[in-house]
């Protein structure tokens, strides 16, 4: 069974950074693409970025340059973590963050083969 765990979340005033993290358990096949979403109250849920198995990277538009996706799979596949470095953060960054694997690395793919709890990230101005 796949669990996974988000961290790094946290309140931080507009232009800081953070760092999340997502620890994986259960067995994950190298190939699944994984990524990071997002919902903010009243709103629909955002696929933020994805990365695939050969490293290549999707963001969206409201995100792109300011955000960075990385993955880190032990060679066995038995440890994977998935992180996203947030920099230039802006109050409109405001949400739930969720560590996800996706059915697709397309740009703003949502669409869950498994989600994580979810990371609270607020930014005031």
């Known amino acids: 069974q796949v669990q996974l765990v988000e961290s790094g979340g946290g309140s931080v005033q507009a232009g800081g950074s953070l760092r999340l993290s997502c620890a994986a358990s259960?067995?994950?096949?190298?190939?699944?693409?994984m990524g990071w979403l997002r919902q903010a109250p009243g709103k629909e849920r955002e696929g933020v970025a994805t990365i695939a198995s050969d490293g290549s990277t999707n963001y969206a538009d409201s995100v792109a340059g300011r955000f960075t996706i990385s993955r880190d799979i032990s060679q066995d596949n038995a440890k994977n973590t998935l992180y996203l470095q947030m920099d230039s953060l802006r109050p409109d960054d405001t949400a739930m963050y969720y560590c996800a694997v996706l059915f697709s690395c397309s740009r703003g793919a949502t669409a869950l083969r498994y989600g994580g709890q979810g990371t609270q990230v607020t930014v005031s101005s």
């Open positions: 259960g067995y994950i096949y190298r190939d699944y693409c």
